[in-house]
């Protein structure tokens, strides 16, 4: 079965730093996805990406994120100048059709820690 | 603005039993989607299921099932003859038509003790 993948697995940064997380979505997907989760809190959205392009994006998602597709497999999410708290757990997802059925396919997480 | 309520904060309930997790959103689009998603103690995040507004069909998936009644702007999620293996937090989400304003629950425990 497809999966969605992501890089690093976990990653402590100083407060300050530049962190790219990396996601690659299913191959035929158009439409991808970050999330994050503050320990033990809910799910929050972030931003979708579609024909290389943000197509939404929440409040969280200020100038401090970007995201980017390089290379047509990858899709990361780039953090400027990372704060305290910024340390959650980062989803990324993309979404395709099974059957007639849009489902979303979700990454294992990247856990970040800045310090 | 967008809102969604789960009520049930945690449920413990023996194997076998059915369990039913609420779910009440606020939205003033006509227009929008509502999600269902689960999360076992492996962090994971499996996505359940996605629903749009104008499609009032209750669903049914194997074991799940899930009740939209936008009348009473609820879509509660219910596990038939759970198992241990549906233990995990379950949490529903809200965003409008194109996506914008995704808004998830706060989650609900589901215990299912042997």
């Known amino acids: 079965e497809p999966e969605v993948t992501q890089t690093p697995s976990h990653q402590v940064t100083q407060m300050g730093q530049e962190v790219i997380l990396r996601c690659v979505p299913i191959?035929?997907?158009?439409?991808f996805y970050w999330y994050r989760q503050i320990l033990g809190q809910k799910v929050e959205f972030l931003v979708s990406?579609?024909?290389?392009?943000?197509?939404?994006k929440s409040e969280i998602f200020d100038d401090q994120f970007s995201v980017e597709r390089p290379d047509g497999s990858n899709f990361t999410l780039k953090i400027r100048s990372t704060k305290l708290e910024d340390s959650a757990m980062y989803f990324c997802?993309?979404?395709?059709?099974?059957?007639?059925?849009?489902?979303?396919?979700f990454g294992p997480g990247t856990r970040l820690l800045v310090l | 603005a967008q809102k969604v309520t789960q009520a049930q904060t945690e449920i413990s309930v023996v194997e076998k039993e059915d369990v039913t997790l609420d779910c009440v959103y606020e939205?003033?689009?006509?227009?929008?989607?509502l999600f269902w998603y689960k999360q076992p103690p492996s962090g994971e995040l499996v996505f359940l299921i996605r629903?749009?507004?104008?499609?009032?069909q209750n669903e049914i998936s194997g074991r799940y099932s899930w009740n939209f009644q936008k009348s009473t702007s609820s879509f509660n999620f219910t596990i038939t003859a759970s198992q241990v293996v549906d233990s995990a937090v379950y949490f529903c989400?809200?965003?409008?038509?194109?996506?914008?304003?995704?808004?998830f629950g706060p989650g609900t425990r589901l215990s299912v003790l042997p």
């Open positions: 990406f579609y024909n290389n392009e943000i197509s939404e």
């Open positions: 997802a993309s979404s395709g059709y099974s059957g007639s059925q849009e489902t979303q396919y």
């Open positions: 989400a809200l965003s409008d038509d194109y996506g914008q304003n995704f808004v």
């Open positions: 939205t003033r689009d006509t227009t929008y989607y």
């Open positions: 191959s035929n997907h158009l439409y």
């Open positions: 629903r749009n507004s104008f499609d009032e």
